[in-house]
């Protein structure tokens, strides 16, 4: 019987760490976009911010934004809005490289956090996922995306890099 009890606590603590893993993932993604979350950009942000003041290894920010995006939803409806956000947020992941991180910052503003002090290198990634945006267009849609970019180096706290981010966008 003791063995039998054995194998039945395993068996739970597995369906456990599953459910954790579940739960962890249900947190950390933006259900519409299968990309990062506000709260798991925020807490990336933070701990790149922190890595940066302790070890001074540099990164860098870009905001995205889809361009004109409430004629998308007026034009075509919600449901069609939510599959170009879906469809921009897969490009925009798939164009940056293993070590960067990407989410959803809200509406229909995205964030990369790249592992790079370059400006230069930060540009050229800018510029690949704009050209990415043009090539495949979302949904068969002609879609834009505007780019901010800021080197956390230039900055002396998270939140100037992320308000000149935001200003460059613009």
Known sequence: RAYGDYGEVVNRNQQLLRETRRLREAATTDALTNVMNRRA???ALASSWD???REGRAFGVIMCDVDHFKRVNDSLGHAAGDEVLAEVARVLHKGLRG??????????????IVDTGSETTLG???????SLIS?????GIDVTVS???????RFATLGDL???ADRALY
């Open 51 to 53: 890595s940066y003041d």
């Open 99 to 112: 070590g960067d991180l990407f989410g959803r910052w809200g509406g229909e503003e995205f964030i990369a």
């Open 124 to 130: 050229d990634v800018a510029e690949r996922l704009r």
């Open 147 to 153: 780019f901010g970019a800021a080197v956390s180096k």
């Open 162 to 164: 992320l308000v000149s």
């Open 41 to 43: 950009l925020d807490a």
């Open 135 to 139: 090539r495949e267009r979302p949904c």
